[in-house]
């Protein structure tokens, strides 16, 4: 119950806060209605206001921020799996080890028992 409020709530502020930047970026377009024609890369952009311009490029930041971010995360988590696939190989070899260890030891001690009892 709690949970589901928690992620309707998430939900709730991610929409208002969507809203409020489109709201907000239409406003700047709004209150910069100058008409720019920008080269990039040597290509002639058509002309349309600058608030446009400038809200197309902070979304194209966002967006690169993002997915940058996205990629680092995910290259992590691989080094992470990597790591962890490791470790356990290693866990497990050891307690083969043990394993064999302990079984050694009782066979030791069985071989003992049974040198006592034939000498008895």
Known sequence: ?????????????????LLAMIVAGAWFATENPEKISPVFFGIL????????????????????GASLSFMGTQSK??????ERSALSKKVKRLESMNVSTQAQDLNISSLRKSEQATSN
């Not at 952009?45 to 690169?64: D, E, K, M, T, W």
């Not at 988590?77 to 990597?82: G, L």
């Open 45 to 64: 952009l058509p002309q349309l206001s600058l608030g446009i311009y400038l809200c197309g490029a902070l979304i194209l930041g966002v967006f690169l």
């Open 77 to 82: 988590m691989f080094r992470v799996k990597r």
């Open 1 to 17: 119950m709690i949970r589901s409020f928690i992620a309707f709530t998430k939900k709730a502020v991610l929409i208002l806060w």
